[in-house]
């Protein structure tokens, strides 16, 4: 990846780990949540392990923030504001709209983290590498939402719609996060080395979301 | 404990572990739900790891419950009802009632389990015995209790009432099952030997109960 500017600060990385800390809190809240959906228990099931992964990241992520001497409440803070608004503003309707959530999110996040991964020093890296989604969970998802668009076609443009509603919600926080939390920024502009490659990153990240959505027949 | 009259059948066991199962589900839905009721975001993430913890229970029941040949949506759908009936009528109307839920509720089904699973095979009476709730649970859930009544005497009246609506709707609930559910029935009967000792049984257990409001102090 990138050569690194500078070794991004303690406070960039605290601010970086509470960011993923409330993101872990609130997904597993809002996808046990969801789990509700569920057109059968082993289904509902299914969902719901997914939320409790979360919860596991979750305390990885409170014990290296404590270990760097931040107070994990005070650093996940900052971010109640932005990611509460998205989840707020993407409520999954239905079994399908949760699933293609589950699936846009993971995804876009996973690759966010990985890239931002790069930035970091060794421990950090690591730690936000391992508490990247399983897999499984997608090909889950991706299957669900195949079988649906196979059963009845006519659900791809609501599908489609709501997969471009949750990049838009996305990336309207994210820009949110940007513009109040200079850390985050700090970390991607030291990091990448200047504005032009944060450019490049977001293009990345919507070019690798746009061809998930290709392949899962949601593109049109 | 008591000797067995005869090894349980193993529809009974199914349905026995289709209703532990099921408990599992929707206590993870339920306690996951309830945390957002938590006054800060550790403690939210405390009751939310609790919440994730019974879904590797889950996972365990259903494994054992397909190994005995059961299909496990239909051994645990003549539970829903019952169960989904205690805790809709049992919503925590804030971080404490959620807590004394958490702990009346465990502490109640644990000694029933382990009453129950005194009358199981090894294989099923060790899986019942495991998915037993942490003692962590309890210990943070008397800690806060205890903590707030210290802050407040006055609330001790309120989180008593609270205490035995939950034990009064549990028991409505496990009558609604035993009535509706031989194979329920059946296994206490067969393994308890006669009617008198499923009255021993209910006794013992709300006898501990009691025990436990007295050492929270909420028995008065």
Not at 182 to 187: M, P
Request: proline fraction near 3%; charge should be negative.
């Amino acid at each position: 990846m990138s050569t690194h500017a500078s070794a991004p600060s303690r406070e960039s990385v605290t601010a970086l780990l509470g960011m993923l800390a409330y993101g872990e809190l609130v997904a597993f809240d809002r996808i046990a949540a969801d789990a509700r959906l569920a057109p059968d228990l082993q289904r509902r099931a299914t969902l719901s392990a997914m939320a409790a992964a979360e919860i596991n990241n979750f305390h990885r992520l409170v014990s290296r923030i404590t270990e760097l001497g931040g107070d994990p409440d005070a650093v996940m803070e900052p971010f109640v504001a932005a990611i509460d608004t998205f989840h707020d503003s993407t409520k999954p309707r239905d079994w399908l709209e949760s699933l293609v959530k589950v699936y846009v999110g993971d995804a876009i996040a996973d690759d966010f983290f990985r890239e931002i991964a790069a930035l970091l020093e060794p421990a950090d890296r690591d730690l936000v590498l391992e508490v990247l989604h399983n897999d499984a969970n997608a090909e889950f998802a991706v299957a669900e939402i195949n079988a649906a668009i196979a059963a009845d076609r006519t659900i791809t443009g609501r599908l489609a719609l709501w997969a471009r509603r949750l990049v838009g919600e996305a990336l309207s926080q994210a820009q949110r996060v940007a513009a109040e939390h200079d850390a985050i920024t700090t970390i991607v502009l030291e990091g990448t080395g200047d504005l032009t490659k944060v450019g490049e990153l977001i293009k990345r990240i919507m070019q690798a979301h746009s061809e998930r959505m290709t392949a899962v027949g949601l593109n049109n």
